[in-house]
T-cell receptor, first 113, second 113 residues
Framework: SQKIEQNSEALNIQEGKTATLTCNYTNYSPAYLQWYRQDPGRGPVFLLL?????KEKRKERLKVTFDTTLKQSLFHITASQPADSATYLCALAGTSGTYNYIFGTGTRLKVLA | SAVISQKPSRDICQRGTSLTIQCQVD?????MFWYRQQPGQSLTLIATANQGSEATYESGFVIDKFPISRPNLTFSTLTVSNMSPEDSSIYLC??????????FGPGTRLTVT
């Protein structure tokens, strides 16, 4: 069955360092992938979308890579700040034009001051 | 991005009763969706709310249990019917854009006792 894996353990890093979060998937060929941020008690906030034919996407301090051979996406936050502390979700969708995203359970990031 | 509000933000309900959750968007949108996020779980798509026609439900979700209305392009409701403790969850509405981004409401936290 289709499966998305994100590290369920919290990731603690020091302020100013680069945080790298991983999203692995199996039995799936997504057309595109998204990353969201979710704070406790709030709805997810859209961050970045990357298509299957794109290797890398950047937005300010954020960078996403998408390797369809490895079936993996990496999400980087450079110069991390305590305000970046949140849970980060990845979501995959298989067919262009559909919104049936499959979400991972998320990785909790804590940036230490 | 659209501003999305949900009402109520939280509720505690008795088993066997029903709760209707409202989702209001500050602009007209074509795509609206309802998700469920159970404790410690990822988001699961319940259905796509179609304006002027019946909602499209995902596998495992049925109209009798989760009736959805979409009277216009800015508003939708989700009813959780005949509730049981297993329905305790966060319910989220979202809107989709033509570039396949999704924007979520703040969520409704439901506890069924």
């Amino acid at each position: 069955s289709q499966k998305i894996e994100q590290n369920s353990e919290a990731l603690n890093i020091q302020e100013g360092k680069t945080a790298t979060l991983t999203c692995n998937y199996t039995n799936y060929s997504p057309a595109y992938l998204q990353w969201y941020r979710q704070d406790p008690g709030r709805g997810p906030v859209f961050l970045l979308l990357i298509r299957e034919n794109e290797k890398e996407k950047r937005k300010e301090r954020l960078k996403v890579t998408f390797d369809t051979t490895l079936k993996q996406s990496l999400f980087h936050i450079t110069a991390s700040q305590p305000a970046d502390s949140a849970t980060y979700l990845c979501a995959l969708a298989g067919t262009s034009g559909t919104y049936n995203y499959i979400f991972g359970t998320g990785t909790r990031l804590k940036v230490l001051a | 991005s659209a501003v999305i509000s949900q009402k109520p933000s939280r509720d505690i309900c008795q088993r066997g009763t029903s709760l209707t959750i409202q989702c209001q968007v500050d602009s007209q949108v074509t795509m609206m969706f309802w998700y469920r996020q159970q404790p410690g779980q990822s988001l699961t798509l319940i259905a796509t709310a179609n304006q002027g026609s019946e909602a499209t439900y995902e596998s495992g979700f049925v109209i009798d249990k989760f009736p959805i209305s979409r009277p216009n392009l800015t508003f939708s409701t989700l009813t959780v019917s005949n509730m049981s403790p297993e329905d305790s969850s966060i319910y989220l509405c979202s809107v989709g854009t033509t570039s396949y981004e999704q924007y979520f409401g703040p969520g409704t936290r439901l506890t069924v006792t």
